[in-house]
């Protein structure tokens, strides 16, 4: 059974830099037409996509956090990543990894069908 | 703010069937098929429905979705106290190129 792990800072400290990582195991992520995204939600609000890296290392973000989001796929040990530049209190937020059969901007997407736990990340000094 | 709009709240009885809707515009829901996901209480949100109408396996059927046009909705028929969720739809917004999510509806079980 696929099951993905979100793990990283927990507390960034504003204009530093978020990483994140997400561990999958039962699968991966090299596995053709899979994408695998990034998801965040700021506290008592809604959901907003931060971007995807397919299983060929391909990437895509929101072109809102664009200028900030750098993904990156670790094929060795079966997990990706995700650092987020100069973070403001507006990126504190629960963050979500998830799997999804195709990618969000492709005719044949599936949704995102696995999702990790969620990571809360705080911004603060 | 989001560029599909859902109802923030909606509530039922036991047994009785609500619909939630999500209203999006020709960019997003009028050309790209709409996913919806049960968010529980301090848990990640679970896919519920792809494609505007397919259940992923182990989804009750009492799960419905559908889509005309601009806009699309979510059924649940016999209401159960563990539907208690804020439920969201989501599709692709060519205009924004984006993946994009509604701000969510609470269902409240009475």
């Known amino acids: 059974q696929l099951q993905l792990q979100e793990s990283g800072s927990g507390l960034v400290k504003p204009s530093q830099t978020l990483s994140l990582t997400c561990a999958v195991t039962?699968?991966?992520?090299?596995?053709?037409?899979?994408?695998w995204s990034w998801i965040r939600q700021p506290p008592g609000k809604g959901l907003e996509w931060i971007g995807y890296?397919?299983?060929?290392?391909?990437?895509y973000y929101n072109p809102s956090l664009k200028r900030r989001v750098t993904m990156l796929a670790d094929r060795s040990r079966n997990q990706f990543s995700l650092k987020l530049l100069s973070v403001t209190a507006a990126d504190t937020a629960v963050y979500y990894c998830?799997?999804?059969?195709?990618?969000?901007?492709?005719?044949?997407?599936?949704?995102?069908?696995?999702w990790g736990q969620g990571t809360t990340v705080t911004v603060s000094s | 703010q989001s560029v599909l709009t859902q109802a923030p709240s909606t509530s039922g009885t036991p047994g009785q069937r609500v619909t939630i809707s999500c209203f999006g515009s020709n960019s997003n829901i009028g050309g790209n098929s709409v996913n919806w996901y049960q968010q529980l209480p301090g848990t990640a949100p679970k896919l519920l429905i792809h494609t505007n109408n397919q259940r992923p396996s182990g989804v009750p059927d009492r799960f419905s979705g559908s889509k005309s046009g601009t806009s699309a909705s979510l059924a649940i028929s016999g209401l159960q106290f563990e539907d208690e969720a804020d439920y969201s739809c989501?599709?692709?917004?060519?205009?924004?190129?984006?993946?994009?999510f509604g701000m969510g509806t609470k269902v409240t079980v009475l």
């Open positions: 890296i397919s299983h060929n290392g391909n990437t």
């Open positions: 039962g699968g991966f992520i090299s596995s053709v037409a899979y994408s």
């Open positions: 989501a599709t692709w917004d060519d205009s924004l190129n984006s993946y994009v």
């Open positions: 998830a799997r999804s059969r195709g990618a969000p901007n492709e005719f044949y997407f599936y949704g995102m069908d696995v």
